[in-house]
């Protein structure tokens, strides 16, 4: 089963620059251009997707990694913002998955859209997707060392330098159900020790396929 999911997700992923652009409104989605574009959020190294917790339609309600069956609460519209960032919106309460305001915490959380009276959805709430590249340094062995990348999702509050995680003190080792999303200094190296955390990949909803729909 868990080769079946992998396989779907690795097939109907929407590569990084292909995200960046339709993230940018510099293309369009494959789908109808009057559609808006929903996406699960996908962990790599686990294949669970970001979810708002227990389909909580609160200020503040918590993210999470869980299991892909459908709900909407799992679901994201891509909203465009420029220069590559966009908001993610969850489909069951119109509220963007974002960072806390205080930065003494590294909590991700749904909240409100509205932000900065230039940028209607605020810098909290801005996000945009980097690869991290694979070399050689990565390598145990530089002359078996086969080309790769990872996605991380840089959040624009505090300058970029943060990015979508998944809390986990089990690392190297992949995060579990239920790990609570965080905004977590980004990796700046393919093999760094928490990238199974920060590996991640936009995953159009409706190619994707699987589950019922529970709302």
Known sequence: MKSKTK??????????????LIAAGIIAPSTATAED???????????MVAEVFAHNTDEGGAIVLWANYG????????EPQGDGWFGLVAKHSGKCLGRTLDTTKNTVLQQECSGLSSNPIGTRNLWRTQEIPKTASDCANPNQCFGGSRTVIQNQYGGGRFCLDADNGRAPNPPVQGARLQAWPCITKYSG???????????????????????
């Open 7 to 20: 396989t779907r997700a690795s097939r109907f992923a929407v590569p990084v620059a292909t995200a960046s």
């Open 37 to 47: 574009t929903y996406v699960y959020v996908v962990n790599q190294s686990t294949h």
């Open 193 to 215: 020790w928490n990238a199974v955390n920060q590996d991640w990949q936009l995953v159009n909803v409706q190619d994707w396929g699987t589950g019922p729909h529970v709302h």
């Open 71 to 78: 709900g909407q609460s799992e679901q994201f519209k891509v």
